[in-house]
């Protein structure tokens, strides 16, 4: 790997990542060639015996197939081993928004993923709380996986979400709701005449 582009060698690996993918999609009763067809052709013109060259291609090709293929099977051992996730029960921040607060921390994260690129695994997630890793971290908990967070987006994430608590405090407060947004007590308000 490494060879320059438009080079003999560059076009012999070419040739053996698509061979090899043209095979795999085979295995799995894709019929693909035609996808592949003109790519491989556009490749093999780099050789002047092609016969020669595609043969050595398809050898490596159905190595590197294979090669992938015990990836994927030994990555698939392991995810049937390990158990499936499971947020814990017990944390020390528990995150309880309502659905309005719960989209402002959502944005929030979105916003911050740009420039902190720890946080982007949590977009799109609901977060149910975190427990803290010393001074300088976070394991986040969500919906779909757990995740340790360090440094400034951790700092954010932490700050964001007792930001969104304390507000939807407030506005429950202010407009008499419950976490679920549902109305409780009401309380007679005073007049004062001067």
């Not at 019929?31 to 002047?48: C, D, N, Q, R, V």
């Not at 659905?99 to 695994?121: G, M």
Request: hydrophobic content about 35%.
């Amino acid at each position: 790997m490494g060879h320059p582009f438009g080079s003999v060698d560059y076009a012999k690996e070419e040739l053996i990542a698509e061979t090899a993918t043209l095979f795999m999609c085979l295995d799995e009763g894709l019929e693909t060639f035609h996808a592949h067809a003109k790519y491989l052709e556009g490749w093999a013109s780099h050789f002047s015996d092609k016969k020669h060259a595609l043969l050595s291609v398809c050898k490596q090709a159905k190595e590197a197939q294979q090669f992938i293929c015990d990836k994927v099977e030994a990555h698939k051992r392991l995810l049937a081993q390990n158990p499936a996730y499971q947020a814990p029960t017990h944390c020390d921040v528990i995150v309880d928004l309502n659905n309005k607060f719960n989209h402002e921390l959502h944005l929030t994260i979105e916003k911050e993923a740009i420039n902190y690129a720890s946080l982007i695994p949590l977009k799109h997630q609901q977060l149910l709380g975190f427990d803290y890793l010393g001074e300088d971290g976070i394991t986040v908990y969500t919906d779909k996986h757990q995740r340790n967070i360090y440094g400034v987006a951790a700092t954010i994430l932490e700050q964001s979400t007792a930001h969104f608590e304390k507000m939807q405090q407030i506005h429950n407060v202010l407009h008499c709701k419950d976490k679920d947004d549902e109305p409780c007590f009401q309380t007679k308000r005073l007049t004062i005449k001067p």
